[in-house]
């Protein structure tokens, strides 16, 4: 089978590395991949906006299945393309990736179907938003309707907070479209976690749970990123909870979407918090996540393509994975000025030693590959991912790697993980 992933950062990396696994995958391509990625898939230059270019390229070369990493493709119709011509293609239809490309649309949505979330009221001016956020107490969330890369989101603890929410949506307008239409809904207190499935619009398989770090520095401060660490499972997810998400969440979710006539094919991430009340969701996201995906694949034991490929064409079989049972933590090294403005272009060294340490897969973001080495290219630059027995263990193999990796402006987080190593001492 030919198979090509979409997408160019740390997930489809990790994508690719599962899939590369399959004793049925013969060829492994990546559009537009990054410098990691093209080590072990055939590198295809094309973005991933390039909806009609990249259908083409699956045409002429015969492409079996199609695997799409990232929302944008989604949300600009990259599925539609897709199954016009007859193609094989893992993931939603842009009507149904709305679930992920409008907030107000994930909202309205969970209101008719009575799924679990935050009070909110819509804002679409400065004067509106100063108003409507009277009705909830400090602090509250301001989010952008449309996609913004998982940095639209504002925690507002204070009026000055507020006053910066204003001038970033309304005024710099820093979002574009993406922020003309503003949410702005109750703080939920609580754990935030992970609950991502597979479904082919009817049957849904339940991925590992995972508990992701948004925070760009210690202690959970700084702004909001698109994820500095990970470790799977989460400690704050029991069996009772799972059930929980499943039965008033997930199930509710993809019925309804077929019920709006969106059926929902692809990864569903959904984004919880775990508060005294139950499960709330925070956000829908239409792919897997990006650093989930790393330790979720680390820990994934079963033939990842013979079931993409069944979700594929409507025909997924429940069933249980196999799953490994050592435990996954992921830390990102990002550059200093991430997520608003990263140095880039540095000289990336440490590679090789941190590659050679026992149970350690370093998955590729924003690199570059050059003559004489790799560069980096982006924000977020590398998942230093590791797998255990132990949150502690699998932490120390993370941070021991880690540590080997260096550029000038290198950036982490030291606490990924402390908490799930602190539970177990206790």
């Known amino acids: 089978m030919k198979v090509l992933v979409v997408g160019g950062g740390a997930r489809e ?13 013969k060829e492994l391509y990546c559009a ?30 015969g492409i079996d299945l199609t695997v799409v990493g990232p929302e944008l493709p989604l949300a600009l119709g990259i599925v539609d393309e ?38 909110y009221v819509v804002a679409k001016s400065a004067e509106e938003l100063v108003k409507k956020s009277k009705k909830f107490k400090f602090p509250f969330v301001v989010k952008a ?25 309304f005024v710099k307008k820093k979002f574009g479209k993406a922020g003309e239409t503003v949410i ?24 590992p749970t995972a508990r992701d770090y948004k925070r760009l520095l210690d202690g959970d401060t700084g702004p909001n990123t698109g994820g500095m660490g990970v470790y799977s499972p989460s400690i704050y997810v029991d069996s009772a909870v799972v059930d929980s998400i499943i039965k008033e969440i997930a199930i509710p979710t993809v019925l309804g979407m077929k019920e709006s006539n969106r059926v929902f094919r692809g990864f569903l991430y959904i984004g919880l918090m775990i508060t005294d009340d139950g499960p709330k969701v ?52 990002a550059s200093e000025g991430y997520p608003f ?34 560069i980096t290219s982006g924000g977020r630059v590398l998942s230093v991912s590791a797998h255990d027995t132990d949150f502690k263990m699998a932490a120390l193999r993370a941070y021991k790697a ?19 190593i602190e539970r177990v001492v206790e």
């Open 13 to 25: 990396h990790a994508l690719c590395w599962k899939l590369k696994k399959s004793p049925q995958v």
């Open 145 to 169: 309707d449309g996609l913004a890369a998982g940095k639209g989101v504002f925690i507002v603890e204070n009026k000055r907070d507020l006053e910066r929410a204003v001038d970033t949506y």
């Open 82 to 119: 897709f199954i016009s011509r007859g193609l094989r293609i893992f993931g939603p239809t842009s009507l149904a990736a709305e679930l992920e490309s409008s907030k107000l649309f994930a909202k309205r949505f969970m209101e008719k179907y009575r799924i679990p979330t935050a009070p």
């Open 402 to 420: 880690a540590d080997l990796i260096d550029w000038p402006s290198k950036i982490c987080r030291t606490d990924i993980a402390k908490d799930a």
């Open 32 to 61: 537009p991949g990054n410098g990691g990625i093209s080590e072990i898939a055939d590198i295809v230059p094309l973005g991933v906006e390039e909806i009609s270019n990249i259908a083409d390229f699956a045409e002429e070369i």
């Open 282 to 333: 925070l956000e829908y996201n239409v792919r897997i996540g990006d650093p989930e995906s790393q330790v979720i694949m680390m820990r994934f034991d079963d033939d990842l393509f013979e079931i993409l490929y069944e979700a594929s064409v409507g025909k997924l079989d429940f069933k249980r994975l196999n799953l490994s049972k050592s435990v996954a933590v992921c830390v990102v090294l």
């Open 341 to 374: 403005n990263p140095v880039k272009g540095e000289r990336i060294v440490g590679l090789e030693d941190a590659k050679n340490i026992d149970k350690v897969e370093i998955f590729h973001a924003g690199t570059k590959k050059t003559e004489e080495g790799f």
């Open 184 to 207: 702005v809904e109750e703080f939920q207190e609580g754990v935030e976690t992970s609950f991502t499935l597979i479904t082919d619009g009817d049957t849904i398989i339940p991925l």
